[in-house]
């Protein structure tokens, strides 16, 4: 008889803090969340065996330190980010030292759809008839950010 394994893994859920706050501000906050996390993976092992680090993309450098902290000192198995900065595409060049850095540790990066509520279906509507916007939104947010990742060639520079 098959014994069924089910893993969970913990992260930050939405609002992107890089929407939220300033990035101070977002800074300050994914350390919290970071130390918060680590602390639940130590307390129910059980339950939570790792977690996935969160970093706030509005301040590049301090991803990058907080993404390497969070992995050496608090043992994060990947970062979360999202399908884009603040409205701004993740194929921008400024935010290749963070996919750089998770390349070093060889590990993963969870994308998570940013689309809101605010963007609806139609620019005629005040808003997304149907909930439309994650039905759909939140999948082909997610595709274009991966396709464009591709396209520019950041898989190519960091095939791990």
Known sequence: ????????SSSLPHPALEG????????????LANDGLAELCARHPDRFPAF????SLSDIDAAV???HRSIAELGAKGIQIYSNIAGRPLDE??????????AQHDLPIWLHP????????????????????WCFGWPYETSVAMSRLVFSGLFDRYPT
Do not use: N
């Not at 008889?1 to 969970?8: E, L």
């Open 93 to 102: 060049p400024g935010f290749e030292p963070i996919f750089a850095a998770m």
């Open 20 to 31: 939220v706050a300033t990035p101070a501000e977002a800074g300050r906050l994914a350390r």
């Open 1 to 8: 008889m098959a014994t069924a394994i089910i893993v969970r």
């Open 114 to 133: 940013a689309r809101t509520a605010a963007m609806t279906d139609y620019s005629a509507e005040p808003r997304s008839r149907y909930e439309m916007w």
């Open 65 to 67: 330190a907080e993404a």
């Open 52 to 55: 996935v680090a969160t970093v």
